[in-house]
């Protein structure tokens, strides 16, 4: 796709990647965290998230991610451990979360299902916000959700089939099921006042559920605010003066650059193209954005999660939406076929999937050379 001619879109990217030892079993990061500016702890204790700062391009926001992977991966290698690209532990593992107040008081909240939250790491995409464009923004990324599929990373939950985009199951159906609001893809919004709406609606609701589960409403303050105390696959955020879609599992890094940028770029576009929401086609010209309505688009992403790229709809929606779908290999459907899939075996997926991960960063890096 080639990019419009004004100003580049400042972009960036978070990849989150679980964290074993050399036998494929759990281990906490530790050192891992220094290796790299951007490397992260995050609320669980197998969990490693590397971001990048705002890039102007496509090659800068790939130069920095794998700059910094490779940092961590140098010191991977020292310590024995190593890093794992799918979305889900694979198999019934005991995840440990990191002891925190904003943990605590998600796990009021959402109660016992937030169990399943435990279990997922994905891949955050930003693209800078353009003043006066930022809910036609905000209603591209809504309607290029079903994308999602194109880096589906396992289909297994418990050591069971569940889907083939289990981490998007895990969240969107399960986690927030009894959570009003919360979860799942928001409708298209007319303007960024009715976002704000929707931001302070949805963090009474989340005051008044805590405060029911005996959080007092300074605690709840001092680690939530309404921007934050929300969980939906696409969200304006303030704090970063992004749009963020939260949809992507992990995947290899490539894989992951490729769709950040191939969402930029249409994203791009809306600073010359017409946007429009009408019938339940949807496309993506030169000069022309169409988006379906929304629930149409809800079709796409439950195939999307439920069949991924076995769904010929929701690849021909992709294609027409500007994705070169070709060039995804899914790991879910590599991997899947298994109704379980015991310890052992998971262990043994982590390993070949780091062997890959690391593959990835040093083709990359001789690239470079």
């Not at 998230?49 to 991977?76: M, Q």
């Not at 905000?138 to 289909?155: E, G, I, K, Q, R």
């Not at 894989?255 to 950040?260: E, G, V």
Request: charged share 35%; hydrophobic share 35%; with cysteine.
């Amino acid at each position: 796709m080639s990019e419009s001619a004004s100003d580049p879109l400042r972009r960036s990217i978070e990849v989150e990647y679980w964290v074993v030892e050399e036998d494929g079993s759990f281990t906490d990061p530790g050192g891992l965290v220094d290796a790299s500016p951007g490397a992260e702890r995050e609320f669980v204790e197998p969990v490693l998230e590397v971001k990048t700062t705002p890039c102007d391009s496509a090659a800068e926001l790939r130069k920095e991610l794998y700059e910094r992977l490779g940092d961590v991966l140098s010191r991977a290698e020292e310590v024995g451990k190593r890093l794992v690209p799918l979305a889900t532990p694979v198999s019934d593992e005991t995840v440990t979360e990191l002891e925190s107040d904003r943990t605590r008081i998600q796990n009021r909240v959402v109660g016992s299902d937030f169990q399943y939250a435990r279990h997922c790491v994905g891949t955050h995409v930003h693209v800078e916000q353009r003043p006066g464009r930022e809910i036609d923004q905000y209603n591209a990324l809504v309607a290029l959700d079903p994308a999602l599929a194109l880096v589906n990373s396992s289909p297994y939950y418990d050591g069971k089939r569940l889907a083939a985009g289990a981490r998007s199951k895990l969240y969107r159906r399960m986690t927030y099921d009894d959570v009003p609001h919360q979860g799942r893809l928001w409708r298209y919004a007319d303007d960024t006042r009715e976002w704000s709406r929707r931001l302070e609606r949805r963090f009474e609701e989340f005051l008044v559920r805590a405060e029911e589960e005996g959080v007092d409403r300074a605690t709840i303050e001092a680690n939530f605010d309404p921007e934050s105390a929300i969980w939906t696959p696409v969200q304006l955020r303030a704090e970063f003066g992004t749009v963020e879609w939260r949809s992507p599992d992990c995947s290899l890094p490539s894989d992951a650059l490729r769709l950040a940028n191939s969402v930029a770029d249409v994203v791009h576009r809306l600073d010359d193209a017409t946007l429009r929401i009408e019938g339940e086609t949807g496309r993506v010209t030169d000069d022309r954005v169409v988006l379906p309505e929304f629930d149409a688009v809800l079709r796409h992403v439950n195939a999307a999660i439920e069949d991924g790229l076995d769904s010929e709809t929701v690849r021909s929606y992709l294609d027409r939406m500007g994705f070169d779908v070709g060039a995804y290999s899914p790991v879910s459907h590599e991997i899947d076929g298994r109704e379980t899939v015991t310890a052992a075996e998971a262990r043994e997926l982590r390993l070949t999937h780091a062997d890959r991960l690391e593959r990835d960063v040093r083709n990359a890096v001789r690239q470079r050379e």
